[in-house]
């Protein structure tokens, strides 16, 4: 009897055409969208080329017909308050600057999507994310970049457990984004010329600030910029609007480029320095997620890390320090390591693992 899989639809090209894959494979495919966004309007939604919207519901179950396939939609908004939404506001009111997606991964597109599955007699569920999953020679799951160094997405995927790994196939990992497109182009698919989706779904007017007054209450208080030594040297317009890194809209006339180098919520202040101030050559993490290994066990680690999803990532040393934290010694400064990002580590083109920046 051929496998049964869940296949999460976006209404994107990608998780289309790895539903078709997987079809194709033998697989007896299930199409199902999850709700996860609150109160969407479809044509903000058809804009920004969301990935949870009400658009992206039509889209779906239209590509499921022209597969042939069974479709549901399934409605995963208060995991996604709870563990998204709500992490995003406190993230940001704490000063740091969070990844939702990679939150929204872990608990809801795995942990909530694949108990649903299971429970209907699913085997296993699958996504359209560019990253392949492998089984190591030491029994672990690791997941392996995709062949596009331009699309590969293992990064907000570094914190999946051992158990959603051996549950998932990830058959678009194989593929560039371009012949993902002729194939969709090929089987006529509605979605084939459909752009990507953007980076915040429930944020589409990328207006951070104003969603977390808006969602919490709390209203983002004026407060000093200061610079390294502590003098003020101007006002800011509240903590939710500034990361670590940030040089565009500060409004500072200091008569040279200026930088966030930190965020201090206790006194409301947002410091700021030179270009090379937010240089670092050491990044503490902690809440770590092992992957192609189990720890490390007391030994130091040569990895790539990359410090945000953009970025390329570097060569450093990692090493297990107090609390449960690890410290990664990098060969070369790094560039604005902002707490709450996640840092994840590389060897051999598979995930050591990762963790969150302190």
């Known amino acids: 009897m051929s496998k049964k899989v869940v296949v999460g639809m976006s209404g994107g090209v990608d998780s289309s055409v790895a539903a078709w894959l997987l079809k194709e494979q033998g697989y007896d495919v299930i199409g199902v969208t999850m709700q996860i966004w609150q109160d969407e309007d479809t044509e903000v939604q058809e804009a920004e080329g969301g990935c949870?919207?009400?658009?992206?519901?039509?889209?779906?179950?239209?590509?499921?017909?022209e597969l042939g396939i069974p479709y549901y939609v399934m409605n995963f908004k208060e995991e996604f308050k709870c563990r998204v939404m709500d992490y995003f506001a406190q993230e940001y009111l704490a000063g740091r600057t969070p990844n939702p997606c990679i939150a929204c991964n872990?608990?809801?597109?795995?942990?909530?999507?694949?108990?649903?599955?299971?429970?209907?007699?699913?085997?296993?569920?699958?996504?359209?994310?560019?990253?392949?999953?492998?089984?190591?020679?030491?029994?672990?799951?690791?997941?392996?970049?995709?062949?596009?160094?331009?699309?590969?997405?293992?990064?907000?995927l570094y914190n999946l457990t051992q158990d959603q790994l051996s549950r998932t196939l990830m058959p678009v990992g194989d593929y560039t984004?371009?012949?993902?497109?002729?194939?969709?182009?090929?089987?006529?698919?509605?979605?084939?010329?459909?752009?990507?989706?953007?980076?915040?779904?429930?944020?589409?007017?990328?207006?951070?600030?104003?969603?977390?007054?808006?969602?919490?209450?709390?209203?983002?208080?004026?407060?000093?910029?200061?610079?390294?030594?502590?003098?003020?040297?101007?006002?800011?317009?509240?903590?939710?609007?500034?990361?670590?890194?940030?040089?565009?809209?500060?409004?500072?006339?200091?008569?040279?480029?200026?930088?966030?180098?930190?965020?201090?919520?206790?006194?409301?202040?947002?410091?700021?320095?030179?270009?090379?101030?937010?240089f670092t050559s050491t990044v503490r993490c902690n809440r770590l997620n092992w992957m192609a290994v189990d720890g490390l066990h007391g030994r130091e680690t040569r990895v790539k890390a990359k410090i945000r999803y953009n970025h390329g990532g570097a060569m450093c040393t990692i090493r297990e320090i107090e609390n449960g934290e690890v410290e990664c010694r990098f060969d070369e400064p790094v560039r604005a390591a902002a707490p709450g990002q996640a840092v994840v580590f590389y060897e051999n083109g598979y995930v050591v693992g990762g963790g969150t920046i302190l």
């Not at 949870?52 to 017909?65: E, I, K, N, P, T």
Request: charged share 25%; hydrophobic share 35%.
């Open 177 to 278: 984004k371009d012949e993902i497109r002729q194939m969709a182009q090929k089987l006529g698919l509605p979605v084939a010329s459909k752009p990507d989706s953007q980076e915040i779904c429930f944020i589409p007017d990328h207006d951070h600030a104003s969603f977390i007054e808006n969602y919490t209450g709390k209203e983002s208080k004026p407060g000093n910029f200061v610079d390294l030594k502590g003098n003020v040297i101007g006002r800011h317009k509240g903590i939710t609007h500034y990361t670590v890194g940030q040089r565009k809209g500060l409004n500072l006339a200091m008569g040279h480029p200026v930088f966030v180098t930190a965020l201090r919520p206790e006194t409301n202040e947002v410091v700021i320095g030179d270009s090379q101030d937010v």
């Open 52 to 65: 949870c919207g009400l658009s992206a519901v039509d889209d779906a179950r239209r590509v499921a017909m």
């Open 106 to 156: 872990r608990y809801v597109k795995w942990e909530s999507l694949l108990q649903r599955s299971l429970a209907i007699g699913a085997d296993c569920i699958a996504t359209g994310h560019y990253a392949r999953i492998a089984k190591l020679e030491n029994g672990r799951f690791a997941l392996e970049t995709s062949v596009t160094a331009a699309k590969d997405q293992t990064y907000a």
